[in-house]
Nanobody
């Protein structure tokens, strides 16, 4: 059983930066791991994903050039570096893991239904 715990959320002004962390307890190699976000009343949105072990990354168009996903195998931790934050980035951010590797098999990295394991979420609030 894989457990995921996010941290690093907070409140920043537009243009600021935050780094989210997702500590995983369990085997994550050869797994797709992603960051999703959700605001009340809207569907959960894929932000970025990475194939652990292959370092293949995926990004939503809305965050390309501003966000960077990475992973530290030694620490078994996933990161999301968020720069140039905008008020539209305000959301609850979730870390997720997909052992079925849909991100590389079907490229459906941004589909929440492909991810079996989820963290509890961390809130990011960006003020203008």
């Amino acid at each position: 059983q894989l457990q995921l715990v996010e941290s690093g959320g907070g409140s920043v002004q537009a243009g600021g930066s935050l780094r989210l962390s997702c500590a995983a307890s369990g085997y994550t190699y050869s797994t797709c791991m992603g960051w999703f976000r959700q605001v009340p009343g809207k569907e959960r949105e894929g932000v970025a994903a990475i194939y652990v072990g292959g370092h293949i990354t995926y990004y939503a168009d809305s965050v390309k050039g501003r966000f960077t996903i990475s992973q530290d195998s030694a620490k078994n931790t996933l990161y999301l570096q968020m720069n140039g934050l905008k008020p539209d980035d305000t959301a609850m951010y979730y870390c997720a893991a997909d052992p079925t590797r849909a991100c590389i098999l079907t490229h459906d990295w941004n589909k929440p239904y492909n991810y079996n394991y989820w963290g509890q979420g961390t809130q990011v609030t960006v003020s203008s």
